[in-house]
């Protein structure tokens, strides 16, 4: 009979290191597993971090309420009106509103000054803020031009503003409360033609563009427009 034959080491071993082998893969992924979880687990704890803010940031960074948005509201008209008188009552009252206290409609529309065409007056007031355009001019600089006193020039100022002429806006200048005359309309006068030759001119009835009597040729217009311009320069 043959010997039985020794089974080598090997051999005998082949199943259980195989085992053994597996189970250590097994361990190695579930660690691996883990690992994977745990650097998700801490990345997405690091993101939360960085982006959700916490409570009391989130208070700061609310969106404000509708009435935190009507307390920062731009104000209304009524509101503006409040606003406005509070102020003019701390602003201390100038000569005009004073004058304007003391003097009837009547007295404020029917001022007069002494030896003055009020008429003639009127249109150079006119005149002369009508350049200013919509800025406006002080007053002040206005009574110079036209050598009126502050009294004289106030009643004035107050009779072209209710006559619709001109408007008034009250203005801090150099630290003192006083008004800037914007012109509003201009009166209609029959200043400029009122020594025109056309208007006493014997043969105006022959008149015209192509006869031999022409406003083109006319002598006497032509002197009258060359005093005016005269007048006009000085």
Do not use: H
């Not at 051999?11 to 650097?39: F, G, H, N, V, Y």
């Not at 307390?71 to 003019?88: F, Q």
């Not at 004035?156 to 002429?165: C, D, M, N, T, Y």
């Amino acid at each position: 009979m043959e010997p039985k034959k020794e089974k080598s080491s090997t051999e005998s071993d082949t199943p259980a290191t195989t085992s053994a082998i597996a189970k250590k893969a097994q361990q190695l992924e579930q660690k691996i597993k883990k690992l994977r979880m745990e650097l998700e687990q801490k990345t997405s704890s690091k993101e939360k971090k960085i982006k959700a803010p916490s409570k009391k940031e989130e208070k700061k960074i609310k969106v404000p309420s509708k009435k935190e948005e009507k307390k920062t509201k731009a104000p209304s008209k009524k509101e503006e009106k409040k606003i406005k008188e509070e102020l003019e009552k701390e602003e201390p009252k100038t000569y005009e509103e004073e004058l304007e206290e003391q003097l009837t409609d009547e007295e404020i529309q029917n001022f007069q000054i002494e030896k003055m065409d009020m008429e003639k007056l009127t249109n150079k007031v006119c005149d002369i803020v009508a350049k200013y355009e919509t800025d406006g001019m002080l007053q002040s600089e206005l009574w110079k031009k036209l050598k009126l006193t502050s009294r004289d020039g106030s009643r004035l100022a107050l009779k072209l503003e209710r006559l619709g002429i001109i408007s008034r806006e009250k203005i801090l200048e150099k630290g003192r409360w006083t008004y800037k005359l914007i012109i509003k309309r201009t009166p209609v006068s029959t200043e400029s033609i009122e020594d025109a030759p056309c208007l006493t001119c014997p043969v105006e009835q022959k008149c015209s563009l192509e006869g031999e009597i022409s406003p083109l040729t006319c002598q006497l217009i032509e002197d009258w427009v060359l005093i005016e311009i005269n007048k006009s320069k000085k």
